[in-house]
Structures are given as structure tokens and as C-alpha cells.
């Protein structure tokens, strides 16, 4: 049995036709899907971290010195807690909005992305820093550039004021100890201390655990992650912004660095041993950038200068000799 039709009608009964001007074009931001984001693995990593680096804070940075009984755990919580939280909190001021810089980036282009992942670490510093994962390959020359390089101009937009609070409140002449373990200062760090202590300028290379405070050390943690980060190789931030310099050229500036990277830790192994690690996961991970979405994009002079003045950061904010004891 067919469906009823209406009885049909004469031309001066239609009703006018619609009049489409200048209909939107879809683009292909239209056709992307962002899928959704998982809160849970992200808020777990987040406590975890922040406990992590509490610990970290609250023993003084020598937490294998407190894990033999647990009632000396809980003693030095205790009594330090408020070291603890301070550390804890410049720590991940430091490392979410180094990572919110990227996840900005991210939602303004519409690039997949997770929300920041933070790295607990039960060590001296109490963390690995941060990350996001995204789809890269979805990305322009431009808009890795815009990624890479907003999430450590932004970290270091928080890093040197807690750096500066941590400095004036450093106090260089107490003698560390015979096996007190020091941390190497980087260039900038150096700087900051002749500047602001201009007496300990013989003594602004290294700076030992029983010197420090929580906004020293979270300043010193903030310009060792971001220098990481900024090492021109694979997908760090670093890689990105090199990539967008310079194409699909960048792969031999990559090579180079691991190459002095490897000869400079060899040469240096009693304190740049901690870096061999890094080295190798880099390599497992592969040197070379993939390819963006379109690498005929060209980057502006703004941005060009900006991404040749970036590649100061790990030179100026990596410390190269790490530590000894």
C-alpha cells in the first residue's frame, strides 16, 4: 500500500524558494574531532606528585635518609611540614603552568590533547616534571612552533620569581658537610647569585642540600625541566621549535646535539653520569622530529627570532654537571 501524496499544486500557490547567500565553507578545523578528555590517570598522577615532592620538601631533599623506619617518617612530616608544602606547592606552580601553556596551545588549534600528566618521582627532587600527550601530526609548522616553545616561556615566567625569592634567601656560608651532596648551578642561576650576593661569587657554581630552601630548589628544579625540555631533539619542546626553524633540515642539528651530548657526558661521567638515562631514552625514542601536517607553512619574523632566542634556554637553565657528593 503506497503512501497518500498531496494533491499538487500550481506555481502561483509554492511557496518561495530560500535564498542562500554566501553559504559557510567548511574548513578542516570543522572536521576534527576532539576526543574526550580521562580525568582519573591525570588527578591519581596529581596526588601522587604532589606527595612525592612533600616528602622530597619536607626531609631537606635526602629522602633515602628517612626510609629505614617509618615512625622517622612520619616524625620528620611532621616537624617539617611546612618546608614540605612550600616546596610542593612552587614545585607544581612550576610544572602545571609550564604544561598549561602547551594544553592552551593545544585547544586553540584544536589538536588532541590529554590534560597535564605530572611524574611523581620518590627522589631528591620528588618529581620527572610533566607532560601532555597530543596528536602532533595534526599540527601545521606554526602551531608546533606556538606549542613547543608557550609551555617553557611560560614555566620560566614562574620559575624566576620563586628562583628570586629562593636566592635572597640562600645563606652560602654555612660550610656543607663531607658528604653533603651539591648541586651544579646553571648559568643563570650563577648570574642571579653574583648579583643579588655579590660576596658569594666564588662560591655560586655549586650550592650543597644543607644550603638550600624550598624556593631555591624549586626554582633550581623549574630551570633544570625546562632546559631538559628545550634540547633540540625527538618531540621535546625543544624539538619542536627547531623543526619549525628549520624543516625537515632540523634532523641534522638533532644528530649533532646527541652527539656532543654522548662525547660531553663521557668525558665528564663522575658528575654528568645522571644524564646517560636521559641519553638513551632520547635515542630509543628516536633523534629525529616526524613531519607536522603541513610544513610549508612559513613561521613570521617574530617567530623566527623568538625560536633562534629560545635555543639559549638549555645553555643558560640546564645544569651540566648535575651533581656530586
Known sequence: MSSPTSPQQSPEHLPPAPIHTNPPELGPSHLRTVPRRRLGLPLVLFVATCLSTYWAGATGWQPQSYVNSSSSMWEVMATNWRQGLTYMGAVLAILLTHEMGHFLQTLR??????????????SLIGTMGAVISMD??????KQIFDIGIAGPLAGLAVAFPILYLGI??????????????QLYNPVIV???IEWIHPEWTK??????????????????????ITGL??????QLDGGHTIYALFGREAYKVSRAFVIIALVYVVLNLEQAYVWTAMLILVIIMGVDHPPTA?????????????GVASMSIPVLCFPLLALKQ
Open 109 to 122: 588549534y584544536r589538536i588532541p590533547a590529554s590534560y597535564p600528566l605530572c611524574i611523581p618521582m620518590p
Open 136 to 141: 602532533g601530526m595534526r599540527a601545521n609548522r
Open 168 to 181: 635572597n634567601r640562600l645563606d652560602l656560608s654555612i660550610a656543607p658537610g663531607p658528604n653533603d651532596i
Open 190 to 192: 650563577r648570574w642571579m
Open 203 to 224: 662560591q655560586a657554581q655549586w650550592v650543597a642540600v644543607s644550603q638550600l630552601n624550598p624556593f631555591f630548589m624549586a626554582g633550581w628544579v623549574g630551570l633544570l
Open 229 to 234: 625540555n628545550m634540547l633540540p631533539v625527538s
Open 294 to 306: 603541513d610544513d610549508t607553512v612559513e613561521l613570521d619574523d617574530f617567530r623566527w627570532i623568538l
